[in-house]
């Protein structure tokens, strides 16, 4: 079966670190882009970056850029975003998903992981 | 940066067609794709590049798209299809994915 499979909630300090992960199974890992996206409570999606786990090529949305990092490990087909200094704004859905390269350089995401809530709260 | 417009809310009753825009400068050069969120689950495909339906995609939905609109249509739309419904396409760099900021369809 083809899919994403996303760690686990976290609840965190303002301050702290973390690292949540998104591990495909089920196709070719490096043959695809791997994407974040963020859902704040009660909020609509927001579009994060995107990762290639062959070459870990990575772009980010400005609203993200030096915020949070975004990478991978190809030798276990998983992904990863990480947090050096979480805030309460932090406090979200954050879903994987596959990405898809069209051939008019269109990216968009078509398998979903089912998400990590992450809770930022002193 | 780069928006696309949809409107908050639609409303239709069981059995009619319920239309969904998606407004976007860059449009006319970059494809438009529909997600269909159910409340408490993650996001799923239900359009892509205008207009092609993924295998598993109920046929009542469609994706149509002219100039700087793309329109998710649902014919005869049905209860379980109450969900937020979100745009997505590329800027015009290609560089950055941008989501619209959802419609919510009721169907009663």
């Known amino acids: 079966e083809v899919q994403l499979v996303q760690s686990g909630a976290e609840v965190k300090k303002p301050g702290e670190s973390l690292k949540i992960s998104c591990k495909g199974s089920g196709y070719s890992f490096t043959s695809y882009w791997i994407g974040w996206v963020r859902q704040m409570p009660g909020k609509g999606l927001e579009w994060m970056g995107i990762i290639y786990p062959g070459d870990s090529d990575t772009r980010y949305s400005p609203s993200f850029q030096g915020q949070v990092t975004i990478s991978a490990d190809k030798s276990i087909s998983t992904a990863y975003l990480q947090w050096s200094s979480l805030k309460a704004s932090d406090t979200a859905m954050y879903y994987c998903?596959?990405?898809?390269?069209?051939?008019?350089?269109?990216?968009?995401?078509?398998?979903w992981g089912r998400g990590t809530l992450v809770t930022v709260s002193s | 940066s780069y928006e696309l417009t949809q409107p908050p809310s639609v409303s239709v009753s069981p059995g009619q067609t319920a239309r969904i825009t998606c407004s976007g400068d860059a449009l006319p050069k970059k494809y438009a794709y529909w997600y269909q969120q159910k409340s408490g689950q993650a996001p799923v495909l239900v359009i892509y590049e205008d207009s092609k339906r993924p295998s598993g995609i109920p046929e009542r939905f469609s994706g149509s798209s002219s100039g700087t609109m793309a329109t998710l249509t649902i014919s005869g739309a049905q209860v379980e299809d109450e969900a937020d419904y979100y745009c997505y396409s590329t800027d015009s760099s290609g560089n950055l994915g941008v989501f619209g900021g959802g419609t919510k369809l009721t169907v009663l």
């Open positions: 998903a596959r990405t898809v390269v069209t051939a008019t350089m269109d990216w968009y995401f078509d398998l």
